[in-house]
């Protein structure tokens, strides 16, 4: 099966990495032969990329896939999935991003196109799932992000005296990183040697990025944060063995890998209640949930893990389980069952 695969592909050029590095990675072999674009780093050249590389591969291609956001990439989207329907191949947009439903309302006609001509939607949470098909896009289907389970050996905090914080995004507003730096702040008043580590790039400048630095001079926690930069999935996940919960401050997500990998490894997870967060962490049981920019709100969960050992000890063990229904080896059947259901039609 030939397979075209539109997205980011801009790992080399220091980004993070998106899903269609890992999914492409997952799914070639075999049978299956993915040929992925594009690795432009300009904007306009990769649009162009994209074009030139559909013209170049389309012939035989059994199934195109896209992945789809709510931004600027959307138009990306949008145009690769008219040539794939002009030309009468099959296409899956992959939806990404808690802004998605926005994007359907605010550009309706443009996503009627898109959405109502593909083979299949796939959404990687109910959240999407849910969005899609409550304004008729029930040709939907979900099928989950994925982590490789060979990756995370889960290292269980039995005990939290003083709490030793990760946060993994891209530093970037949505993602809203001055909300860690106020936790921290907040938290050295009840713990003074609580620390935080942030792993993340700059994804689109450094504006942000400076912001957080300044942000953590002017509230006297320098000493206390660690700023990594972009590392490669290996060495935070290493890291992370210095540290006992996983926060994640965004405004707005879909459905977080980061997240996952954290509670694959053994963290107790506190995330802003958002977007298709819900779907995955049920507060209280597997995680726990605050409002976003709710800084108190997270103090409080913070002295909850660390006063309430039983509690901790069976997030932390609910929040392992719920992680194996990420695995890879799970997702890649499902992936392959919808491929071939598609090519067969």
């Known amino acids: 099966m030939k397979i075209l695969y539109f997205g980011n592909v801009l790992s080399k050029h220091g980004y993070t990495p998106t899903v269609i590095e890992g999914l492409s990675s997952l799914l070639n072999g075999d049978d299956i032969q993915i040929y992925t674009s594009s690795d432009k780093k300009n904007k306009c050249l990769r649009l162009i990329d994209m074009i030139l590389f559909f013209f170049r591969k389309k012939n035989g291609a059994d199934v195109v896939l896209i992945d789809t956001y709510s931004t600027m990439n959307f138009w990306y989207a949008a145009l690769i999935a008219m040539l794939s329907h002009l030309y009468k191949i099959n296409y899956i947009p992959i939806l990404h991003g808690g802004r998605l439903p926005d994007r359907l ?67 970037s507003e949505i993602y809203n990183p001055t909300m860690a730096l106020l936790l921290l702040s907040e938290l050295k008043k009840s ?55 996983f926060i994640n401050t965004t405004n707005a997500d879909n459905q977080p890998v980061s997240l996952i990998e954290a509670m694959a490894l053994g ?79």
Do not use: Q
Request: hydrophobic share 35%; glycine share 4%.
């Open 105 to 171: 309302d605010s550009t309706p006609f443009i996503s009627r196109k898109i959405f109502t001509n593909s083979a299949v939607n796939v959404a990687p949470s109910e959240y999407l799932y849910n969005a899609f098909c409550e304004r008729g896009y029930t040709n939907t289907v979900v099928i989950h992000n994925f982590i490789d389970e060979k990756k995370y050996n889960p290292l269980r905090r039995e005990r939290i005296t003083v709490p030793k914080l990760l946060w993994v995004r891209s530093f």
């Open 267 to 345: 963290l107790p997870v506190i995330s802003t209640n958002v977007g298709g967060i819900p779907y995955i962490i049920s507060n209280d049981v597997d995680g726990m949930l605050v409002e976003p920019d709710d800084v108190d709100a997270m103090v409080n969960c913070i002295h909850k893990l660390v006063d309430d050992t039983p509690f901790l000890n069976n997030v932390t063990e609910m929040s392992i389980e719920k992680s194996k229904s990420f695995y890879s080896s799970a997702v890649k059947n499902e992936w392959i069952k919808l491929l071939y259901n598609i090519k067969n039609k």
């Open 191 to 245: 713990y003074p040697d609580a620390t935080l580590l942030m792993v993340g790039g700059c994804n689109g400048g450094n504006e942000c990025f400076e912001k957080a630095l300044s942000k953590s001079a002017e509230l006297g926690i320098s000493d206390s944060v660690e700023f990594t930069g972009r590392l490669s999935k290996e060495e935070w996940i290493a890291r992370s063995t210095e540290c006992n919960i």
